[in-house]
């Protein structure tokens, strides 16, 4: 989306809802413009084919009927109906170009999100939740898109024809047609004083249903508490209040939107008649030259000018609910843009798998602080286990490593180098991370192997799934390698899912491999069995085992336990934070 399509703040102005929407899409329209070309062109050929039969019932009626020439009536007869079943083709036809605009033009959103979605810093995750980000990606921009669909190319559509519509009223009776207009203009003035009351209200219920959901989703989540202190009659009264307020307020922005549609329902009727009542008055009296057939066309032409403007106010309405959809839409696109990535210079090179924590604080969202002046340092090549409870920031301890997440002061040191100074592209390429519940993707045994690095073959990969030992548990599968992971039907034991994420996280050969409790919940001996297959193929690289098992610890080099600091303990041991850290060889 480019800065100046956000969506105004204001959409209380008469149309400006089909605006926003449009441009919403602009970008995408703009790749387009072939699709976007054959459907204005489209427009204006239904318009010109619907022109035939109001134009051909004037002469039927003053030509052909009078003169009593049946071959004549029958062959204006033809040429109308030739020209409706004409009309329909165009019709689909437009209706086809319109579903393809749509179509490209969402997915065209879906792809940018999706990609920028893939490049957001990791805080982006802990503020939006996957259930939140689904919602929006696939609710709110099908809304979108939806409302794209139905009613801003199709009030572009009603729009083009109305104006050619008029444009030719003119020509058949200027007289007329100017005392058509009139009415026109007072039918689109009453849909625009109109529509600020119906916003007005339909806004207002918005705010008290939400405040009803709000207090259901209260009193769902608190049952328990609910009935343990006996408050059931408290917010049952609450929530009659609440409903009541809400009841009232749909009723009257109801009514506002019904009694307003009903108005401009009443005035299209209006509208319709007039050709009548004028065309007749001015026929008693000859004036303008205003013939039965001339009435007869504007009356044809009336009826679909006075829908129009009445879908057009409609279409304006209906977006308003179609504006929060965007807000959100763009919010996700706008929220921690993706940064450039620089290219990779000499210096920025990292001289070793040196890691190094100086002085390093951070504090929790809630105010919680995890560490409080933390210094260690891990050796290139060394297994070092972090242990600590559970709560005391060892998983944070991982994601500050990894760059995921950035101290509130300190610094932490790769190789001699600030790990900010480093691409964050880059410095990734030095670690793999296996998480205590790794995720499996919806791909082949292969694939999600063979996506932790994209330098890979055959070889290597058999050659890895052999030192796992785990080509016996590929081979059982319906597929072997090929099988696809997380499917109905499918079902890995926690260590063969551990064993695969495993191979997934050593097939790029990594400097530094992270682990976070990634043998919690398997049995002893294949825990066992997993450490021996790590150890023997991480002899010279750096292991960093989060852990909370003594078991997984002690096969490590050296332990650093991360522990509560006592009150008043003011010394500061050799690693120290807050929990304070100590090491155990």
Not at 249 to 269: H, K, N, P
Request: proline share 3%; charged share 20%.
């Amino acid at each position: 989306m480019e800065k100046n399509d956000k969506p105004d703040k204001n959409p209380d102005k008469f149309l400006r809802s089909l605006v926003q929407v449009a441009l919403f899409f602009k970008s995408e329209l703009a790749c387009q413009k072939r699709s976007v070309a054959f459907f204005l062109i489209l427009c204006v050929a239904v318009s010109l084919v619907d022109f035939i039969c109001p134009l051909l019932t004037e002469q039927l009626i003053d030509i052909a009927v009078p003169s009593k020439d049946l071959s004549l009536v029958l062959w204006y007869s033809a040429i109308i109906i030739g020209s409706l079943v004409v009309a329909y083709g165009l019709n689909l036809a437009v209706i086809r170009y319109a579903v393809i605009l749509k179509e490209k033009a969402v997915y065209g959103i879906s792809k940018k999100l999706i990609r920028q979605i893939l490049a957001k810093d990791p805080a982006f995750f802990y503020q939006y939740n996957s259930a939140d980000i689904l919602t929006r990606f696939a609710n709110d921009l099908s809304r979108i898109g939806d409302f794209f669909y139905d009613y801003v190319l199709f009030s572009v559509f009603y729009f083009i024809i109305s104006v050619l519509f008029i444009t030719w009223l003119y020509y058949l009776n200027w007289i007329l047609a100017a005392c058509i207009c009139i009415f026109l203009a007072i039918h689109v003035l009453v849909a625009y004083v109109m529509y600020r009351p119906i916003i007005r209200n339909a806004r207002e219920a918005q705010v008290k249903n939400s405040s009803q959901n709000e207090l259901i989703l209260d009193i769902l989540h608190g049952e328990t508490e609910i009935k343990v202190y006996q408050q059931e009659s408290a917010f049952f009264d609450r929530y009659k209040q609440k409903g009541k307020e809400f009841c009232d307020s749909q009723i009257r922005a109801m009514w506002v939107r019904e009694a307003s549609w009903s108005t401009l329902d009443r005035l299209s009727r209006i509208t319709n008649v007039m050709p009548i009542i004028l065309g007749s008055v001015f026929i008693c009296y000859a004036v303008a030259g205003i013939t039965v057939g001339v009435m007869v066309a504007f009356i044809q032409i009336m009826y679909y000018c006075s829908r129009y403007v009445s879908f057009i106010a409609y279409s304006s309405l209906r977006g308003l609910f179609t504006m929060a959809s965007i807000e959100r839409v763009n919010e996700l696109l706008t929220a921690y843009p993706q940064k450039e990535l620089p290219p990779v210079t000499v210096e920025e090179t990292p001289d070793s798998a040196d890691i190094e924590f100086r002085d390093v604080t951070f504090t929790y969202p809630s105010g919680k602080k995890i560490f409080d002046h933390l210094d260690l340092s891990i050796r290139s090549g060394e297994k070092v286990a972090i242990m600590a409870p559970s709560g005391f920031g060892k998983t944070t301890f991982a994601r500050l490593l990894l760059g995921l997440s950035d101290p509130d002061s300190g610094e932490i040191f790769f190789g001699g180098k600030e790990i900010h100074t480093i691409p964050h592209h880059f410095y990734l390429s030095f670690f793999s991370y296996v998480r205590q519940d790794s995720y499996l993707f919806r791909l082949s045994v292969q694939d999600n192997i063979e996506m932790g690095w994209h330098m890979h073959d055959d070889l290597s990969f058999n050659t890895l799934i052999d030192q796992l030992h785990i080509r016996a548990i590929i081979d059982a599968l319906p597929e072997k390698a090929d099988t696809v992971l997380n499917v109905e039907g499918l079902s890995l034991s926690k260590g063969q899912q551990q064993r695969i994420a495993l191979a997934r996280a050593l097939i790029r050969d990594p400097q530094v491999l992270v682990v976070d409790e990634f043998t919690s919940g398997l049995d002893r001996v294949t825990e066992e069995q997993i450490l021996d297959d790590l150890l023997g193929l991480m002899k010279h690289q750096t292991i960093v085992c989060i852990t909370h098992s003594p078991n997984v610890a002690k096969r490590m080099d050296r332990t650093i336990m991360l522990h509560a600091r006592e009150d008043g303990d003011t010394g500061k041991e050799p690693v120290t934070g807050f929990p304070g850290a100590t090491h155990q060889q």
